[in-house]
């Protein structure tokens, strides 16, 4: 029998009033060394207690994740923070208090009581407190900082609902606590403070366009422009892998919308006169313009949180159909389109086509 092996229990739990025993059994768990997955209003968590170092690297066993690639420390209060930290920015402390609890991750440097494998061997430490009562709740019952990346096998699209991380990490896990669908669909923004001025890492939940009025001129980092290729030395060390993806390779056609459709039937033709199943990606309204493949929608077109919400599950049922090849629909890059853009690129790793585009994409 695998040494690793651990029997997985699902919890069912209330999203906005969990049972409080079964809150109390995980949050001892978690305190004892545990595993325990957890709902977020980004995505599914895999939690540890962060003080402890074995418990930590039970993570990176249960997911398969790369020992340089840091975690997320979730609290459930904002002075939490001040424990962990050498000092917080001014900035941090803004920003805590406009975006906290949601889903904005801010980079600090720690003060080494957390360390080791949470923070993969920087001096620095990353923050979230998640906007989810069921977080929240077991977070605090755990009386620790919780370290906790997505709940997916390493490189796989994250998590959004329960299934998916069972699907996963059944055996690998302790507890998964189900509390239906996680909120957004796509992970925190991940925000470098310990610069002049703030870096983002990773886009994601809250925007550029939510940040700027409030933090004013932030960067962003320079392998966000690689277009998803692996950069090879991004800030944030996650950044450096293929993610987010499907079995079957992935390529996203961006550009204006009507060219997009006819490049992917193009497209679609040459794999097919290939013998190679094909699958399509697309915005509900335009599902009915691609025949003879198998099409899966993510989001309506111009709502952008649609695609979000729904773009995870749509990329983890393409592995269910045995496609070879799958032609993605790009979004466009702004709001939290740019995270969901930001993911396509990442789980296309590299591969993009486009289009001709003379005014924007539409
Ligand atoms: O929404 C989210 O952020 C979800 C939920 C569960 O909270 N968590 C999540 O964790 O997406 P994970 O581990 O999948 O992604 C964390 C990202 C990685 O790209 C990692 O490299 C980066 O944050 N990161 C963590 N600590 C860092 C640090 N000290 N410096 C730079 N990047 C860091
Ligand atoms: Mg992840």
């Not at 917080?88 to 920003?95: D, E």
């Not at 896990?173 to 669909?185: C, E, K, P, R």
């Amino acid at each position: 029998m695998d040494p690793d092996y651990r029997h997985t229990y699902l919890w069912q739990v209330d999203k906005n009033c969990p049972d409080p025993e079964k809150i109390r059994q995980a949050g001892l768990i978690l305190r004892q060394g545990g595993l325990v997955a957890f709902p977020t209003e980004t995505v599914y968590g895999i939690g540890a207690n962060a003080l402890d170092i074995d418990a930590v690297k039970g993570i990176f066993t249960a997911k398969g994740r790369p020992q340089d690639n840091p975690l997320i420390v979730h609290v459930a209060d904002i002075e939490a923070v001040y424990g962990y930290t050498v000092h917080v920015p001014r900035m941090a402390g803004i920003l805590m208090e406009k975006f906290w609890p949601g889903p904005l991750t801010l980079i600090m440097e720690g003060n080494g009581r957390i360390s080791g494998p949470v923070s993969a061997g920087l001096s620095t430490l990353a923050f979230r407190m998640p906007d989810h009562p069921v977080a929240l709740a077991l977070i605090r019952e755990a009386g620790v900082p919780v370290a906790a990346p997505s709940a997916n096998v390493s490189g796989r699209p994250s998590p959004t609902t329960a299934e998916h991380v069972r699907a996963d990490l059944q055996g690998k896990i302790d507890v998964i606590l189900d509390g239906g669908a996680a909120g957004m669909g796509v992970e925190s923004t991940v925000l470098d403070l310990t610069g002049d001025i703030p870096v983002i890492l990773r886009p994601g939940g809250v925007t550029l366009e939510q940040l700027t009025p409030v933090a004013g001129p932030v960067d962003w980092d320079a392998s966000l422009a690689e277009n998803g290729a692996a950069p090879a030395r991004p800030r944030s060390p996650g950044m450096k892998y293929r993610h987010y993806a499907p079995s079957a390779p992935l390529i996203l056609v961006e550009g204006m919308h009507r060219g997009v459709v006819l490049e992917i039937n193009r497209l679609a033709r040459e794999y097919i006169l290939q013998g190679k199943k094909v699958g399509v990606l697309c915005r509900s309204g335009s599902c009915g313009k691609y025949p003879g493949v198998i099409v899966m929608t993510a989001g309506r077109e111009h709502d952008h949180a649609s695609v979000a919400a729904e773009l995870y599950d749509a990329l983890r049922r393409f592995d269910a159909t045995g496609v070879d090849v799958i032609l993605a629909e790009g979004v466009e890059d702004r709001g939290i389109g740019t995270a969901v853009a930001n993911r396509l690129r990442r789980a296309a790793g590299g591969r993009i086509v486009k289009v001709e585009n003379s005014d924007g994409y539409k």
